[in-house]
T-cell receptor, first 111, second 116 residues
Framework: QKEVEQDPGPLSVPEGAIVSLNCTYS??????FMWYRQYSRKGPELLMY????GNKEDGRFTAQVDKSSKYISLFIRDSQPSDSATYLC???????????FGTGTLLAVQP | GAVVSQHPSWVICKSGTSVKIECRSL??????MFWYRQFPKQSLMLMAT?????????EQGVEKDKFLINHASLTLSTLTVTSAHPEDSSFYIC????????????FGPGTRLLVL
């Protein structure tokens, strides 16, 4: 079983749609849960950060962590063409001092 | 805040030459810096972790003599790809963390390397 699973997409939605992105993980030692956005040929940008569990909202973005199911989600409301990018989930915790990334989901928001 | 820059943004070089990539934290002191490599349509692969003033810790399978990392100050780390070959062509991204732990990393814009 992979440590992190993320559907690579591509996911295509019309402008204004609600987007749901998610990742599953197997390492119960993870304590930090992140979502990064990466535009083509650019470095990742930290979008959301949750420690331990729960929900967090920032503007049109909502992140959720369900540790019992080992499942994290990112919701984007009122999606815009400028949201078109690759979204990477990332995890941290346990014995190693490094982020574990998902493979990324490519999102295209059609105007 | 938490801005990380990389230079150059892209570089083309001949096979056998060495290429140096700089990573700078512009508005904070980075206790730890990380170097990643990313192939097209793939996720980031951690190459090494470096702390200021100490030797870098390389991930399994990454040749430390091939990819030289120097973390001379709390705001600057460099990656030198020595004797570059076409298979070294990739997107190299650095990140910086405020803390020894790496749970919050701020990424640079990346450097695209093409070795001919």
């Amino acid at each position: 079983q992979k440590e992190v699973e993320q559907d690579p997409g591509p996911l295509s939605v019309p402008e204004g749609a609600i987007v749901s992105l998610n990742c599953t993980y197997s390492n119960s030692a993870f304590q930090y849960f992140m979502w990064y956005r990466q535009y083509s040929r650019k470095g990742p940008e930290l979008l959301m950060y949750i420690y331990s569990s729960g929900n967090k909202e920032d503007g049109r973005f909502t992140a959720q962590v369900d540790k019992s199911s080992k499942y994290i989600s990112l919701f984007i409301r009122d999606s815009q063409p400028s949201d078109s990018a690759t979204y990477l989930c990332a995890f941290y915790g346990g014995a190693t001092n490094k982020l574990i990334f998902g493979t990324g989901t490519l999102l295209a928001v059609q105007p | 805040g938490a801005v990380v820059s990389q230079h150059p943004s892209w570089v083309i070089c001949k096979s056998g030459t060495s290429v140096k990539i700089e990573c700078r934290s512009l508005d904070f002191q980075a206790t730890t810096m990380f170097w990643y490599r990313q192939f097209p349509k793939q996720s980031l692969m951690l190459m090494a972790t470096s702390n200021e003033g100490s030797k870098a810790t390389y991930e399994q399978g990454v040749e430390k003599d091939k990819f030289l990392i120097n973390h001379a100050s709390l705001t600057l780390s460099t990656l030198t790809v020595t004797s570059a070959h076409p298979e070294d062509s990739s997107f190299y991204i650095c990140s910086a963390s405020l803390m020894l732990r790496g749970e919050t990393q701020y990424f640079g814009p990346g450097t695209r390397l093409l070795v001919l």
